[in-house]
C-alpha cells in the first residue's frame, strides 16, 4: 500500500480483509474507499489468493486439490485436506480426546522438488520455482475457506510436507509461517515442517522464536549413512550426524519432540535389524524425539516395493523396544494419490474428481 502512495496502515486493512475476511478480490475490500478501490484497480494492482482449480476425493474422505498459482507458466501445486488427520502431527493421541476437529492440511512449499529422494514422486518433477510467502499462506486460507473453517475455535493442523522442500525456500516458508500465525491466527505449535536434512535451513530454523517456530520433522528414513545416501542422495552433502548436530541447536518447548519420519522401503529400509539400529541411533542423538513409520506409497516409474505383510509392525515392535516412542502413520488418500511422496500432479481416475 504505501509503494501505491497510501499510508501503512492501510497494509493492515488489507492483511485484514485477506487473511481474516479470506476475501478474494479487490473489489470485496469494503474497508478502503470505492474510489480508492477503483485507483488501485486501474493502476494495475491485483489482490487475490491461489484458487483451488480442481478437487480429487478419496473415499477415506481426504480431499487433494490441484491449487493454481497465478502467472504466466500456469504452475499448480497440491494441498492435502485430511479432515482426520493422518495421526502424523500429534502421533501419540494426545490430542484425540473432546476436540471438536482434528483436520489437518498438508501445504506444498515449492513447485516441485529439487532434492531428488529416490522413493518419492515429487522428485521427478524437478524443481519448476519456489512459491511465495503468499502462495503457501494462501493454500491453508483457500482451503480453509473451502470447509468453513472457523479459526480459533476448531482445532486444525497444518503440516509442511506437500510438495517441495521448505528449508530450500526458507524465507518464503517463514514468511508465510508468520502470516499464518500473526494474520489468519493459526497456532505454531499445531504447525510441523518437514525436511530431508537441510542442515543451514535447520540452522536458521532453530533461531526463530517461539511464537513463531512450528514443530520440526526431519526425514530419517534409513539407519545408517550408507543406506541413507543410497536413498536420499543429499546425504551424501548432509550426513546424519551434521543432521543431528544441527537439530540439537533447536530449543524445544517443554514436551515438545522432534520427529522423525522414516519411510519403509520393502527389503532396503523395513529389516528388524534396522529398526534395532534406527533405535541406537535416535537414542545417541539425545534428543527428544519421536518416529513415525509411514509404509512407503507407490509411484509410477518408482523401483521399490511396499513392505510385506507384517513388516511395518514387526519393524514397530523392535524399534519400540529400544525405548523410542514410534507411531505408525496411516496412509490417507492412496486412491487419489494424495498419500506421502504422491504428490505430482497426478489427475486421478475419471470420475474420480469434481468440484
Ligand atoms: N521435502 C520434505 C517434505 C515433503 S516430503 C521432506 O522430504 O521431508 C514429506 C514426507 O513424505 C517425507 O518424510 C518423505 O520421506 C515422505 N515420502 C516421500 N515419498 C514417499 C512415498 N512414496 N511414500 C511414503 N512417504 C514418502
Ligand atoms: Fe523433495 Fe521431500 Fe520428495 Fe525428497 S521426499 S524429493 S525432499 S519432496
Known amino acids: 500500500m504505501v509503494e501505491a502512495g497510501e499510508p501503512a496502515f492501510r497494509g493492515r486493512q488489507l492483511a485484514e480483509a485477506l487473511y481474516r475476511q479470506w476475501v478474494t478480490g479487490l473489489e470485496e475490500i469494503t474497508t478502503l474507499s470505492k474510489s480508492l478501490r477503483q485507483r488501485l484497480a486501474a493502476d494495475g494492482w491485483q489482490v487475490g489468493r491461489p484458487t483451488i482449480a480442481q478437487v480429487f476425493q478419496s473415499v477415506d474422505g481426504t480431499e487433494r486439490y490441484l491449487v493454481e498459482c497465478g502467472g504466466a507458466e500456469g504452475l499448480t501445486v497440491e494441498t492435502v485436506w485430511m479432515p482426520e488427520g493422518d495421526e502424523g502431527e500429534t502421533g501419540d493421541g494426545s490430542e484425540a480426546e473432546g476436540s471438536r476437529s482434528r483436520a489437518t492440511i498438508c501445504v506444498s512449499s515449492q513447485v516441485g522438488c529439487a532434492v531428488n529422494c529416490q522413493f518419492c514422486l515429487t522428485a521427478k518433477l524437478g524443481l519448476q520455482r519456489n512459491l511465495s510467502a503468499g502462495e503457501i499462506a494462501g493454500q491453508v486460507v483457500s482451503v480453509l475457506e473451502r470447509h468453513g473453517v472457523e479459526v480459533g475455535r476448531e482445532r486444525v493442523n497444518l503440516v509442511f510436507m506437500g510438495m517441495g522442500e521448505p528449508f ?25 515442517v518437514s525436511t530431508s536434512g537441510i542442515v543451514p535451513g535447520i540452522e536458521r530454523f532453530a ?48 514436551r515438545e519432540r522432534v520427529t522423525f519420519e522414516y519411510v519403509l522401503l520393502g527389503g532396503v529400509t523395513d529389516r528388524e535389524e534396522q529398526a534395532r539400529e534406527v533405535g541406537r541411533l535416535v537414542r545417541r542423538t539425545g534428543l ?68
Not at 522464536?209 to 536413498?231: F, G, T, Y
Open 168 to 192: 530450500l525456500n526458507y524465507d518464503n516458508f517463514m514468511a508465510a509461517v508468520r502470516l499464518l500465525v500473526e494474520e489468519v491466527g493459526l497456532s505454531p505449535q499445531r504447525m510441523t
Open 207 to 254: 533461531q526463530e522464536p517461539a511464537e513463531v517456530r512450528p514443530k520440526l520433522a526431519i526425514s530419517l528414513n534409513a539407519p545408517n549413512d550408507e543406506v541413507r545416501s543410497e536413498v536420499m542422495p543429499i546425504n551424501k552433502k548432509w550426513p546424519i550426524e551434521a543432521v543431528m548436530a544441527a537439530a540439537r541447536k533447536v530449543k524445544l518447548r517443554p
Open 288 to 355: 527428544a524425539a519421536k518416529v513415525n513409520l509411514i509404509a512407503w506409497n507407490p509411484g509410477p516409474g518408482i523401483g521399490y516395493a511396499m513392505p510385506e505383510a507384517g513388516a511395518v509392525e514387526r519393524f514397530r515392535t523392535a524399534l519400540g523396544a529400544e525405548g523410542v516412542p514410534v507411531y505408525v502413520r496411516r496412509p490417507r488418500g492412496r486412491d487419489i494419490f494424495a498419500a506421502c511422496g504422491q504428490l505430482k500432479r497426478t489427475v486421478g481416475r475419471a470420475g474420480n474428481s469434481g468440484q
